[in-house]
């Protein structure tokens, strides 16, 4: 009891990791060599993105990278400096591990503190093999810390070369989401000139830092999600214990609803709502609260009285009418800024925003609750989003949903769609519609990494230092074949690039990969969730777990998506890394 | 992916479970046989309780029954009903598990649906083989189902007697908490003439049901604690990861500390409230917000941005002030029941309200903020208590925290006692107070048991049943030892009753075991508490394993109360049950 670690906390550092046979000679790790295919990708942006990054697309031709083998030439003298950017996600420690293990003593690696703020502020420090024994397998950003800072100024890109000048760096490793890999793709033409390496490793507990089967997947969503589908297992099983209970569940994922979707393949509650597929129906608000109102009462009039309904974070923004009404409110509070900024009470700001909304969308704003209303005129984060986190989106449902159900039982009309016989009818108009809301979110960042993840993270990590060893730039890292052994590619972060508009400019960032409702994984779920919505048909993953049977298994969306038969992942042979 | 179950869902039923020594007989389960020890129980009111439980005291003595060996004559007819009392813990199904397994064949298993108004109602069933195979080592107590009537009028006790009759019962076992031991105490005295034997199984998550030695512990409390401690722990993880929250953590836990205390000793926050604490110190809000807001100063003076609080759920209730508070709300709430009822809104039942409270209670009172002084009005649960769930200290202490920062950011005096230099100081002032609030309540009540839990409630309801088939009655079971192969017990139900105040009511009840701050646990986290409030000493213990190096481990208070050396539990011999 007095060890500073918990016994599970000493027993993940000396689990053994699969490392994909690229990296293994004789059962040593050593660097894998890559080979330029012929397979080009990019976006229908492609022109406009090879015009701004000419240097690295006439280096890449946008062609992946393919691991070969082992890189037999020895390479020393590699100063490399490695940053975790944006929120945390389980497995980040072991990019740095598989770093640091296929660098080699030859060679340098350099942690940069706080994210790419500590790139500007050239806050770095040498890793040690003693200090990554430390953090082998083990969940969190902490050993470096993060934060979310955007290289885009001539300042920082200034700041950046001073950084790289102090510390004579041959390379920098981003670890990060979409935002975080522009910035290495942006870092890579910056740095071409001065000859240092940019690579980016997706990273994103969201899991909308994905492209088919080059990438199926970022690190940390497989153990956010079985986190919060453990969780949400959890009040499954409790709601027919205790049988009186509806509990809205929020999960986060600022924009996609992967982890909704996943967390409904895992655990099958009664109602998740899908954003992609709210939007794509043009679904308004009240249409989808009848939706859900409709499951619940149709469970009452059988007298089940209880469930779940999961709710994806960035819900609110996929409502066409809610994201029209956003939309403007974003262009209205980034161009009054100054104005608003001088005012000092809410409503004078409510106010003077009304007045410059289109009378529909007043309007509309002017029916939501008031709770909610001010909400929606909160600060913006620092890339001009709403802050939808902060919307208790869970609470508003209920809200709506309580109002839409006792308006159900006062009118019979009102549930005539839903074919009730009168003896149904009786039993839902003595229904009690109790609520619990819950939002899972920072719960999941930085648990211990899943097997998967720890894997995943680790070969990621040997891929980013292979292709810093074999000599090539402006790649972001991916493992794909998840089932048989791994496939190690590298894929040119310019062919990610699109041109969005954000804080009303046009910038280059990579595209958001959202839910697709003609994906095996959506059409899965689609398939089956009348039957789920009907009566209890809940599982559970329980509780994430390194050893035993249930130890080695894929996210569900991810098998799905890829076309695998089973959950089973196969990343090649089990090594002690340290 | 087709299957219904989840593979960690499969493969929990397939694990063997440790049994107890005086339930083995060549490696084959039978019953244990008990003897009455010379070790009496009872509280102060033990004459009272004497004189109102006459036959079951002249059975048991009031004393201790201690399981001896393996009961050598075989037992058949008796006819045995089940059921689950209150909210659910993890583990319940095992308890119905040992008991189908004990009584065997040659007896009946009846499982009562939904509690004890489904023993008021007759809704029983036959439990069959096929069934507990179904349960074996999962969470939730849906096989059955529960509720929280309690039974105490000549109707229901009535009621009682015609389900024992229709189904022809030799005996009732009660799977609950405090007040749900309390109804089988009763039930015992009340069917003693009629032959039918009332065991009592201990159930809480809170962990307020202990009896020092003779019963180190209610089933749930292990699985629920390891659950929120790995949320904890996750979250912690993330405070260094992101460097700008701080993080209030409400837990479960209606009464005492324990969860709290727990979950602190898992993980090492900066900051754990512990309300028995806080009561025996006669605190104030005000000095309970200052002593929050002196850590978090102190940590900003040093760079330190980020920490976690933890708040046990019943808090408000151990404040001496607010305390006096709601004593008297909840007499004028109880006195003043009808009047209110005719009231029609919440400023005419608070203007009334207001007029019957002494002076300084109303004062006190008005200067809550306005959502908390609602909340504090809110009807009461059905055993006349305030629904502390309901309200958000959590929030409260943060809305009030950062008023007391403020303060301390604007007047140099108001830090003087924290000793800053100019320049720690000045970095406090520039401390930027971000928070997000968490409550975990329901997650930690139906996940699947640990193995700690999943081995208690089998022995439990080995023992439940061994003490039918032995002819006793009004005992509840307790297994100790836990460290050396488990030791078997039977506590007379009568040893724990006191006389409690409810509703304006003298009742007999079963006090809630509350922290008691001279304990070995809590001095081992009082001498620690001070390291882990300067900066982060913090651990994990993960998720909850079933399998592999870190799968059986006691709660670290159990284990420093009883005296062990070490977490590591053995209850005996690992079987397969079924």
Redesign the interface.
Known sequence: ?ED??????Q??RKLKVPVAKVFLKNGKIVPAVFAKSSEVIGTSDKDAVNAQFPKTVAQTENKILKATGNLEKKITGKRVAVL?SG??AAGGHNVVVGLKKILGDGNTLFGVK?GPKGLLEGTLFEITDEMVKEIVNT????FL???RTKIKTDEQFNAVKETVKKYNLSAIVVIGGDDSNTNAAILAELLYDMGVQVIGVPKTIDGDLQIGSYLPISFGFDTATK?YA??V???L??T????K?W?FVKLMGRAASHVALEVA??TRPAITIISEEVKEKNMSLGTLVQSIADVIAKRASKGINHGVVVVPEGLIEFIPEMMKLIAELNEVLAHYEVDLQNMHTMDEKKDFIYKKLPAELAKLMASLPDEFENMLLLDRDSHGNLQVSQIPTERLLIIMVEERLNEMKRHEDEVRHLNMTAEEYARFQKFKFAT?S?FFG???????PTLFDAAYTLNLGLAAGSLILDGHTGYIVAVTDLQKGGNVLALPLTGLLNIERRHGKDEMVIKKALVETNSPTFL?FASRRAVWAEKD?F?????????????K?LP?SV??NQGYD??AFDLGEEVQVY
Do not use: K
């Open positions: 009891m500073h670690r918990s016994l599970f906390e027993e993940i975790f929120g945390p706080n969940g969190g950003f902490d810390g993060s934060d986190i453990e969780l297992g959890n009040i099983q409790d027919p214990s205790s049988r209970y509990h393949l895992q619990n819950h920072y719960e999941g960042r930085c648990g211990a899965f048909h599982t559970s993953p329980g509780p994430r777990q390194l050893w035993g049977p249930s130890a298994q569900v098998a799905l089973s959950l």
